[in-house]
């Protein structure tokens, strides 16, 4: 079984720091694909608040980790993700963030998630993928046997095994939650593509 990562309400998210920039994407063909690329330099962060879980999550759905976190992750031979160092511009913490970056690959999802490519701009490559009608289901081969990965077309949604649930579980680490990622419902609000 896999689970959605999904950040826990409990703990306050972080914002991020001025001077944080995107490289911009334009297509030269149609402005409404106009869109933010990826971020320029390390991530640079405002904590809101000292009580933070061992998982933080940016508005971008940029997760952190807490070097606890980290350890663990690492002394149980974790794979998909990589590490990169947090600036944390407001205030001392008594340990060190880390920017959780998931680098597995799930490919396409089980067509019975009701993922599709809808449209693909030939001159920016934007794509539209349509909503998952009944949650993400992973589609086995095509993941590549990372315990933390995406779905193509739905990068901001982590998923992850069970292995790496029971982990977090076990060790009571705070700030997150899992959804069992073929119960995933459409969000409310959200307009589907």
């Not at 994407?25 to 330099?41: E, F, M, Q, S, T």
């Not at 606890?68 to 008594?94: H, Q, R, W």
Request: proline fraction near 4%.
């Amino acid at each position: 079984m896999f689970y959605e990562m999904s950040n826990d309400s409990k703990f306050k998210d972080v914002k991020y720091a001025k001077g944080t920039d995107w490289e911009g994407i334009v297509c030269p063909k149609n402005d409404g694909h106009r869109r933010a690329g990826n971020r320029i330099g390390q991530l640079k962060i405002e904590i809101k608040t000292k009580k933070i879980g061992d998982f933080l999550n940016t508005f971008l759905s940029e997760w952190l980790i807490s070097d606890k976190v980290a350890e663990i992750f690492n002394d149980c031979g974790f794979t998909g993700y990589e590490l990169k160092p947090v600036s944390v511009c407001n205030m001392e913490l008594p340990h060190k963030l880390w920017e959780f970056v998931v680098c597995g690959k799930g490919g396409g999802s089980n067509p019975a998630s009701g993922i599709y490519l809808k449209s693909e701009c030939p001159y920016c490559h934007h794509k539209v993928y349509s909503a998952f009608e009944n949650g993400i289901i992973v589609d086995e081969n095509n993941w590549d046997g990372s315990d933390f990965f995406t779905i193509t077309g739905y990068r901001r949604y982590i998923l992850v095994t069970e292995r790496v649930k029971n982990v977090v579980e076990e060790n009571q680490l705070k700030g997150v939650k899992f959804i069992p990622s073929h119960e995933l419902i459409w969000p409310s609000g959200v307009i589907k593509p």
